[in-house]
Antibody, heavy 120, light 107 residues
């Protein structure tokens, strides 16, 4: 079964840092781009960051310079290091599977999400 | 950045209705558009990719059309399981943006 499981969410003070992890299983992780998408309570979806199989990384303007995405193919894990966190970063963060290398495709597998709350 | 605008924000409909949701891109995205369904407390579920291609397992009452900057999602014969929020997403040229969502509620 294809599965993504996020972890690492929690309560953090403004200005603090947090590292999210996403463990993948059921598919050849190294063959796929991976992304992070967040959703504030009762609101819409916002693409946050993506990392290609090549290691190339992409960020939304709202997080560029504060968040860093990385991947570890040996353990089928993608990470999101978040720093200088603000109140408007409070959201459920979803790990999603992008397309396999060389294919243009949207996000077909989603984790259940991990909640990040930024508050003093 | 490419902006995606969905309309309407909320849509009231009855079982059996034909429902249409529109998504507009701020610049051409060719056909690199997806539609997702999200129910309360659940994760988004991919319905359509490349504007009109149905993801495996998605009922045929869902269809998508459009190219360039104007796209539509149509549900032909609304079913009880279809009351949800629908999002469009562009995935053109290493850029990804979601629309703000359209909630389909019972009339």
């Amino acid at each position: 079964e294809v599965q993504l499981v996020e972890s690492g969410g929690g309560l953090v003070q403004p200005g603090g840092s947090l590292r999210l992890s996403c463990a993948a299983s059921g598919f050849t992780f190294s063959d796929y781009d991976m992304h992070w998408v967040r959703q504030t309570r009762g609101k819409g979806l916002e693409w946050v960051s993506g990392i290609r199989t090549t290691g190339d990384t992409y960020y939304a303007a709202s997080v560029r310079g504060r968040f860093t995405v990385s991947r570890e193919d040996a353990t089928s894990t993608v990470f999101l290091q978040m720093s200088s966190l603000r109140g408007d970063d409070t959201a459920v963060f979803y790990c999603t599977r992008g397309p396999p290398a060389g294919i243009w495709f949207p996000f077909d597998v989603w984790g259940r999400g991990t909640m990040v709350t930024v508050s003093s | 950045d490419i902006q995606m605008t969905q309309s309407p924000s909320t849509l009231s409909a009855s079982i059996g209705d034909r429902v249409t949701i529109t998504c507009r891109a701020s610049q051409t995205i060719h056909s690199w558009l997806a539609w997702y369904q999200q129910k309360p407390g659940k994760v988004p579920y991919l319905l359509i990719y490349k504007a009109s291609r149905l993801e495996s397992g998605v009922p045929s009452r869902f269809s998508g059309s459009g190219s360039g900057t104007e796209f539509t999602l149509t549900i032909s014969g609304l079913q009880p399981d279809d009351f949800a929020t629908y999002y469009c997403q562009q995935y053109n040229n290493y850029s990804w943006t979601f629309g703000q969502g359209t909630k389909v509620e019972m009339k």
